[in-house]
């Protein structure tokens, strides 16, 4: 019996580009076929009645058509629409720096379920969690872990011994922390006893207990400096959402 054409998944829509007058190329994290791109037909018109099923930060079921180079959207239905991220702008830029990591960190057709599963439970949660700053450190150590890239926190990565509780550092080129004296003449930033707890808890411990961390202006300054470096020279690029997530901090504190 020949192999069916026509498959279905729920998928997470984590980008979306113009194609022609009114298609879209739209890529969807999935939960057993990773990511995948997938051209959306006619959904850039007016009555189109997959459009909104098909927006950014929408999670969907999924009806899909095998093709030469790129398969194609036959059907699809909102299981989640996650609004609130959708309707206001600090939570969208959140949401949006998320997806982005998800996008840069995964290669297509490769299964990542835990990612998945990761994703999808920070956009519910972030749609009403108060600690926002903490859940997006929590993911983004988390997306970290699956997709092979796990910080060495409690060892220094050179000399193999467990870190002494004084002010150590985090080296980028050898994904984790060292003491400090393999730290000497090399390339790292200091890290304090307190944000390298914070590192080690938020790798380690579940969200729960995660999430009762209150963070001082200076705990969250190491920690942004720490793993967006480690993001940015793991990518050698900049995330794009960033710029746009600081800018409406920096708006708010005006």
């Known amino acids: 019996m020949p192999e069916s054409r026509t498959y279905q998944t729920e998928a997470i829509i984590i980008r979306k580009i113009k194609l022609g007058e009114a298609d879209r190329i739209i890529t ?74 998800v996008e840069q960190f995964t290669v297509e057709n490769s299964e990542n379920f835990p990612l998945f599963e990761l994703l999808l439970d920070t956009l519910d949660k972030l749609q009403t969690e108060d600690n ?49 004296a393999c730290a000497a003449n090399r390339y790292c930033f200091p890290v304090s006893v307190n944000t390298l707890k914070v590192l080690r808890l938020l790798q380690s411990d579940d969200y729960a207990t995660a999430r009762r961390i209150k963070l001082t202006p200076e705990l969250t300054e190491e920690l942004n400096t720490v793993l967006r470096s480690y993001i940015r020279y793991l990518l050698e690029k900049e995330v794009k959402s960033t710029d746009f997530m600081d800018s409406l901090k920096q708006g708010s504190n005006l």
Do not use: W
């Open 132 to 180: 926002r700053e903490m859940l997006t450190h929590y993911f983004e150590m988390h997306l970290l872990s699956a997709t092979g890239y796990r910080p060495e926190l409690m060892h220094c990565v050179l000399c193999k011994k467990p870190l002494e509780p004084v002010t150590n550092a985090f080296s980028m080129n050898s994904g984790g922390m060292l003491c400090n």
């Open 28 to 101: 969807l994290f999935t939960p057993h076929l990773g990511k995948i791109r997938a051209v959306a037909k006619g959904v850039r018109r007016p009555k189109s009645r997959m459009s909104g099923h098909l927006e950014l930060l929408t999670y969907s079921r999924i009806d899909l058509v095998h093709g030469r180079n790129l398969d194609t959207v036959i059907g699809s239905e909102t299981i989640n629409g996650f609004l609130p991220l959708k309707t206001d702008l600090d939570l969208s830029a959140q949401a949006l720096y998320i997806t982005e990591l």
